[in-house]
């Protein structure tokens, strides 16, 4: 069984840094893409950034110059270095993964992290 755990979320004031992590975890033969989404309360879930298993990128523009993603395949996991968070970064924080098990291709999610960016 596949897991995706995210870790990094919290409270933060505008201007300030967090950086998310996501880790995939069980019987997995590879993954493709992985990747962040947020939704904040009352709007629907949307991309935030994504990268390859090659170390493609590709950045939401309203987060541009201020997020970075980047993963570690040897261990499976994903990050998000968020600087520069304003108030409208305020969301929960979803990881996605594109995994490949011994039996199947799938999309996995993570269980979300809040993010608050708030004085």
């Known amino acids: 069984q596949v897991q995706l755990v995210e870790s990094g979320g919290g409270l933060v004031q505008p201007g300030g840094s967090l950086r998310l992590s996501c880790a995939a975890s069980?019987?997995?033969?590879?993954?493709?893409?992985m990747g962040w989404y947020r939704q904040a309360p009352g709007k629907p879930r949307e991309l935030v950034a994504v990268i390859t298993n090659g170390g493609t990128t590709n950045i939401a523009d309203a987060v541009k110059g201020r997020f970075t993603i980047s993963r570690d395949n040897a261990k499976n996991t994903v990050y998000l270095q968020m600087n520069g968070l304003k108030p409208e970064d305020t969301a929960v924080y979803y990881c996605?993964?594109?995994?490949?098990?011994?039996?199947?291709?799938?999309?996995?999610w993570g269980q979300g992290t809040q993010v608050t960016v708030s004085s």
């Open positions: 069980g019987t997995i033969f590879s993954i493709a893409t």
């Open positions: 996605d993964a594109d995994i490949r098990t011994t039996t199947l291709r799938a999309n996995y």
